[in-house]
T-cell receptor
Framework: KQEVTQIPAALSVPEGENLVLNCSFTDSAIYNLQWFRQDPGKGLTSLLLIQSSQREQTSGRLNASLDKSSGRSTLYIAASQPGDSATYLCAVESGGYQKVTFGTGTKLQVIP | EPEVTQTPSHQVTQMGQEVILRCVPISNHLYFYWYRQILGQKVEFLVSFYNNEISEKSEIFDDQFSVERPDGSNFTLKIRSTKLEDSAMYFC????????????FGPGTRLLVL
């Protein structure tokens, strides 16, 4: 059974800092890994999708890496802004069908 | 930009009542999903749906749950006899491919069972 863990559970940084969020998963036979952002009381917004054959994806100030063999992914956020404050979720698609397993999330606060 | 919509945004119901949560996926998408998130807990996969049948379901998706695509645009989740523990945020998602594609999520329906 796939288990996804995210560290740290919460993070508070001053505006402008670069930061790294971590995600680990137990079963390396994944189809893809996706990073989402969740704002309080809201739905999930997809940030980046890394396919199993890829090692990283970039979008603006965000860079996500994937190391399937070690079961890890990182989300790097450059020059953080208060608007980046949200919960960041990592999710892996694995198994024989379209089953997505979410991580516990990292709650990020960027202080102005 | 196309988006997934869900109605209602909030629903309060009495234990034992049936509820139907509605979703309109992105129009050219073929794969549909329901997830739930109990307050303070992880987002959990419930079910995936393609070509008018369930592709995969989790242990949570028992006989109390059913999904349907009653017409060309709606995708519904029915809970036959709600329990207190069904209280959660329910998210619908859709994608245009089975693998390797982003799932787009709706804003969710917050269900409260009293």
């Amino acid at each position: 059974k796939q288990e996804v863990t995210q560290i740290p559970a919460a993070l508070s940084v001053p505006e402008g800092e670069n930061l790294v969020l971590n995600c680990s998963f137990t079963d390396s036979a994944i189809y893809n890994l996706q990073w989402f952002r969740q704002d309080p009381g809201k739905g999930l917004t997809s940030l980046l999708l890394i396919q199993s054959s890829q090692r990283e994806q970039t979008s603006g100030r965000l860079n996500a890496s994937l190391d399937k063999s070690s079961g890890r992914s990182t989300l790097y956020i450059a020059a953080s802004q208060p608007g980046d404050s949200a919960t960041y979720l990592c999710a892996v698609e694995s198994g024989g069908y379209q089953k997505v397993t979410f991580g516990t999330g990292t709650k990020l606060q960027v202080i102005p | 930009e196309p988006e997934v919509t869900q109605t209602p945004s909030h629903q309060v119901t009495q234990m034992g009542q049936e509820v139907i949560l509605r979703c309109v996926p992105i129009s050219n998408h073929l794969y549909f999903y329901w997830y739930r998130q109990i307050l303070g807990q992880k987002v959990e996969f419930l079910v995936s749906f393609y070509n008018n049948e369930i592709s995969e379901k989790s242990e949570i998706f028992d006989d109390q749950f059913s999904v349907e695509r009653p017409d060309g645009s709606n995708f519904t989740l029915k809970i036959r006899s709600t329990k207190l523990e069904d209280s959660a945020m329910y998210f619908c998602a859709s994608s245009d491919s089975r693998y390797q594609e982003t799932q787009y999520f709706g804003p969710g329906t917050r269900l409260l069972v009293l």
